[in-house]
């Protein structure tokens, strides 16, 4: 399905519906309620910077904002920043509601923002963390050598992402880090230098 401004592939109908099928309602709204807060923080630190929304693409790899506009180099990175900030900030004000009430879909909520906002902190592309790496190293070196320090970098930490999952799986502790790793290796980008492609997870 796709519109000029939304737009949302068949792979991502389906991981919904496969979701939407294995969890509660209750579940879905502590899943929601952080990606929603996470792009939330996006969306409003690229319009403070004049920036404008073109596109909101859901796809496997997750929600994609595409942007229009000119701004420094800093304003691509601190909109990049904005999505786990808010993300931490809604975990703690969750975590701290859950505590005052005892509500178990608050408790779980806090967790998955948690866990989502410093899994995009990573310096991986394409994840918000490797976006502010790229953005960082392309001002300190260069184009050329900004781009193969990220992909390196990207490649050897996912690889060892991957490794720990699969240390992980013969223990017996799940399969999460390993699906992970595996989905940050297939997501990476052709090229690291993402500043003018516009686009943020």
């Given at each position: 399905?796709?519109?000029?401004?939304?737009?949302?592939?068949?792979?991502?109908?389906?991981?919904?519906?496969?979701?939407?099928?294995?969890?509660?309602?209750?579940?879905?709204?502590?899943?929601?309620?952080?990606?929603i807060v996470h792009e939330l923080?996006?969306?409003?630190?690229?319009?403070?910077?004049?920036?404008?929304?073109?596109?909101?693409?859901?796809?496997?790899?997750?929600?994609?904002?595409?942007?229009?506009?000119?701004?420094?180099?800093?304003?691509?990175?601190?909109?990049?920043?904005?999505?786990?900030?808010?993300?931490?900030?809604?975990?703690?004000?969750?975590?701290?509601?859950?505590?005052?009430?005892?509500?178990?879909?608050?408790?779980?909520?806090?967790?998955?923002?948690?866990?989502?906002?410093?899994?995009?902190?990573?310096p991986i592309l394409p994840l918000?963390?490797?976006?502010?790496?790229?953005?960082?190293?392309?001002?300190?070196?260069?184009?050329?050598?900004?781009?193969?320090?990220?992909?390196?970098?990207?490649?050897?930490?996912?690889?060892?992402?991957?490794?720990?999952?699969?240390?992980?799986?013969?223990?017996?502790?799940?399969?999460?880090?390993?699906?992970?790793?595996?989905?940050?290796?297939?997501?990476?980008?052709?090229?690291?230098?993402?500043?003018?492609?516009?686009?943020?997870?």
């Amino acid at each position: 399905m796709e519109n000029k401004r939304l737009s949302i592939s068949t792979g991502a109908i389906l991981l919904g519906a496969l979701i939407y099928c294995t969890a509660s309602f209750s579940e879905l709204a502590a899943i929601l309620a952080p990606v929603i807060v996470h792009e939330l923080g996006h969306i409003v630190t690229l319009r403070l910077y004049g920036l404008h929304i073109r596109r909101v693409k859901a796809e496997l790899r997750g929600l994609c904002i595409e942007y229009g506009g000119v701004c420094a180099p800093i304003g691509h990175a601190v909109s990049a920043l904005a999505g786990p900030a808010a993300g931490l900030g809604y975990a703690f004000a969750a975590s701290y509601a859950a505590r005052r009430t005892g509500n178990g879909v608050l408790t779980l909520s806090a967790g998955v923002s948690l866990l989502l906002s410093l899994f995009n902190l990573l310096p991986i592309l394409p994840l918000d963390g490797g976006r502010v790496f790229s953005i960082l190293a392309a001002e300190l070196l260069g184009g050329r050598r900004a781009d193969r320090l990220t992909k390196a970098l990207s490649f050897t930490l996912s690889a060892a992402l991957l490794a720990a999952g699969i240390w992980l799986m013969a223990r017996g502790e799940g399969t999460a880090l390993a699906l992970a790793a595996l989905w940050l290796l297939a997501a990476q980008p052709d090229k690291a230098i993402l500043v003018n492609r516009k686009e943020l997870l």
